[in-house]
Each structure stands twice: as structure tokens, then as C-alpha cells.
């Protein structure tokens, strides 16, 4: 199984700062997914990243992937208090046929 | 399309009690899993199953059954609650090596 670790785990921040947490493996990623999960809710589906290198834009969230694909970043600037929740990274890699393997993830507060 | 649903929303559960957690997906995916979230923490997989008949055990299995008879559901058996299975549990499902959508998830706590 595909170890992913996450950093930083806590993040607490004031509006409109910018941010960014990371992903990395010892193995290289077969493609990478963000999810973002709200208190009392399952995760969500932000985005997938699946070449070396790729940037991917939404909104005021940025996804890198690295270019030797062991690692991987998002980006928020300017945030604001929706933004807060665990951010999760996530990849099917393994030997296992349909394993997903999540990191522990980043809780995101942003105070008003 | 409902998506992924799951009962019940939260349970409290005495130590050696059972119960099951039901998951329902109308997506017609294949591809099905159980999740526990740790306060905190990210997702460790229970179970899976890639099609009705045919299930697997993920990383944290002891404590945990399942079965799936139809590819909508796929239920999670605690058969003797135990403190540790205090938890968070999520099911989700796919079609392919791709987005997993997640249900709302059931609270267990057992005293």
C-alpha cells in the first residue's frame, strides 16, 4: 500500500491569507486526487492530477503535481471562510485493484 | 439520482451489541467501499467490493463483514462492538479508477 504523508496536519488562518499544503510519497503516484471534506459531511472530488508537472486551476485553488509524480501541492489564495475543512489527498496506486489510499489530511480553519 | 445513501445518520451501540450499516447506490456503479474516519484523520478502508459477489478486506477489517448480494447495496456488519469501532464510517462508490462519491456518513459510538 501507497503510504501518502500530508503536511502541515492543523492550518489556521485569517481571511484573505494564502496558503499551501502538500502531499508526498516515497512511490510515484499513478495520478493524485484532492478531495475536500465539510464538518458532518463525506469527502468531495476537487480535482485529479495525473501527468508530472500538471497545473490544475480552480477558482482560487491550484493543484500541482510534481514533475517526477511523488508529490503534489494546493494552493488557495486569498482565502476565505468557506474554504475551511480537511483537505484530503488520495491515490489509487498500489497493488490493489480499486484501493483508494488517503492521507491523513490538513484541517483548514479560516477565521473571518 | 439520490447517490450514495447511508442509515443510520448516528447510533450508540453497547460493547457486544451488533449492527449493520446499509448503503444504497443508484449510480449503477460497480465498484464499492467502507471507510472509518478517526477524529481528525483521513479515511482507512475497511472493505471493498468490485462487483455484486465479490468483496475484499482493505486495511482495518477485524471487527467487520459485509456482503453484496446486488450491485445498489452493500452492507457493513459489526458483529461484537468494541470501544475502538467508535468511528466515523463513510461508504462510497465508482464505476471507474476515478471519482468516489461518498455518502453522509454514520456516527457509531459504542459505550
Known amino acids: 500500500t501507497q503510504l501518502l504523508e500530508q503536511s502541515p496536519q492543523f492550518l489556521s488562518i485569517q481571511e484573505g491569507e494564502n496558503l499551501t499544503v502538500y502531499c508526498n510519497s516515497s512511490?510515484?503516484?499513478?495520478?493524485l486526487q484532492w478531495y475536500r471534506q465539510e464538518p458532518g459531511e463525506g469527502p468531495v472530488l476537487l480535482v485529479t492530477?495525473?501527468?508530472?508537472?500538471e497545473v490544475k486551476k480552480l477558482k482560487r485553488l491550484t493543484f500541482q503535481f510534481g514533475d517526477a509524480r511523488k508529490d503534489s501541492s494546493l494552493h488557495i489564495t486569498a482565502a476565505q471562510p468557506g474554504d475551511t475543512g480537511l483537505y484530503l489527498c488520495?491515490?489509487?496506486?498500489?497493488?490493489?485493484?480499486?484501493?483508494?489510499?488517503f492521507g491523513q489530511g490538513t484541517i483548514l480553519t479560516v477565521h473571518p | 439520482n439520490a447517490g450514495v445513501t447511508q442509515t443510520p445518520k448516528f447510533r450508540i451501540l453497547k460493547i457486544g451489541q451488533s449492527m449493520t450499516l446499509q448503503c444504497t447506490q443508484d449510480?449503477?456503479?460497480?465498484?464499492m467501499y467502507w471507510y472509518r474516519q478517526d477524529p481528525g484523520m483521513g479515511l482507512k478502508l475497511i472493505y471493498y467490493?468490485?462487483?455484486?459477489?465479490?468483496?475484499d478486506k482493505g486495511e482495518v477489517p477485524n471487527g467487520y463483514n459485509v456482503s453484496r448480494s446486488t450491485t445498489e447495496d452493500f452492507p457493513l456488519r459489526l458483529e461484537l462492538a468494541a470501544p475502538s469501532q467508535t468511528s466515523v464510517y463513510f461508504c462510497?462508490?465508482?464505476?471507474?479508477?476515478?471519482?468516489?462519491?461518498f455518502g453522509p456518513g454514520t456516527r457509531l459510538t459504542v459505550t
Open positions: 462510497a462508490s465508482t464505476q471507474t479508477f476515478s471519482e468516489q462519491y
Open positions: 512511490s510515484v503516484f499513478s495520478s
Open positions: 492530477v495525473v501527468t508530472g508537472g
Open positions: 488520495a491515490t489509487y496506486g498500489g497493488t490493489s485493484y480499486g484501493k483508494l489510499t
Open positions: 449510480m449503477n456503479h460497480n465498484y
Open positions: 467490493s468490485v462487483g455484486a459477489g465479490i468483496t
